[in-house]
């Protein structure tokens, strides 16, 4: 008998529900931005429909924040088990614990750094990263990135898949696997489904500038405030680009989704 694997329908209500715990009792623009995290706009049931089946396999998240994918692939993939690892369950990413309670997902925490990752070789049937691999290059740049999977190969079986969705162009995702032991079986780009007016995306710059800094790890008030200065510079730039060219803002995007195959 096949296992279950969800369809879009069914997830999109679980997501509605989840959003609307997560954004209640805040102010409509908040609402707005924070809501997002919840699905990303449709990009991460786009992607768990697109994976491999993880059928009833052991699965690792990595850099899984605050676990709104992890929640996606609890939904997807109802017979997996789940671990979710993160370099820190505080701050912003403090809910996931109770995200994943009230999405009635069971997965498995471990706080670690993803580039020593507290795992045996092979361990997994299977890894994703989604929008983890930009956050780790903002805190350790690109030597940090490549550390993370060279791990995540590390602890991937053989023949197991690692799927990684981020903003990097192909091209780039490319470099980063060349020389490890995966072979690339697919690729896909998506779209946002987000418009915000430019109230919400004035607001959402701020709080984006603030989690780049933050992700940046400086400790050095005087050096935060000019990277964040700079930061912002450069993401009210795009946000007044694309208010002028297209009437609307698209917070991130689009999405690249690889898949690759471990081949030794």
């Known amino acids: 008998m096949p296992l279950l694997r969800r369809d879009d329908r069914s997830i999109l209500g679980r997501e509605e529900t989840l959003r609307s715990w997560l954004v209640k009792g805040r102010d409509p623009i908040i609402q707005e931005i924070d809501g ?4 990303w706009g449709g990009v991460q049931r786009w992607a768990t429909a697109r994976m491999a089946d993880v059928g009833d396999g052991l699965h690792l998240d990595f850099a899984c924040g605050v676990g709104s994918f ?9 017979e997996a088990h789940l671990v979710g690892l993160n370099i820190d369950f505080s701050g912003p990413h403090e809910p996931v614990r109770e995200l994943l309670s009230r999405a009635g997902v069971k997965c498995l925490l471990v706080r670690a750094d993803a580039r020593r990752m507290p795992f045996p070789d092979r361990r997994f049937d299977s890894v994703s990263c989604f929008l983890g691999l930009q956050d780790i290059e903002i805190g350790f740049g690109e030597e940090g990135l490549r550390a993370a999977l060279s791990e ?51 607001r959402a710059v701020e709080l984006y500038a603030d989690g780049w800094v933050d992700q940046m790890r400086i400790s050095e008030s005087h050096e935060r405030a000019r990277v964040r200065v700079e930061v912002l510079r450069r993401m009210r730039s795009e946000m007044e680009r694309q208010l ?5 803002y698209v917070p991130f995007g689009p999405a690249r989704m690889v898949e690759a195959r471990k081949i030794r």
């Open 244 to 248: 002028a060219v297209q009437g609307y």
């Open 36 to 39: 997002l995290d919840i699905g």
């Open 70 to 78: 992890l929640a996606q692939l609890g939904w997807r993939f109802p």
């Open 152 to 202: 995540a190969a590390r602890i991937l079986r053989q023949g197991g898949t690692l799927t990684v969705v981020d903003e990097f162009p192909f091209d780039k995702m490319d470099r980063l696997l060349e020389r490890l032991p995966f072979r690339t079986v697919g690729r896909a780009e998506q779209s946002l489904d987000a418009k915000w007016s430019r109230p919400v995306a004035e």
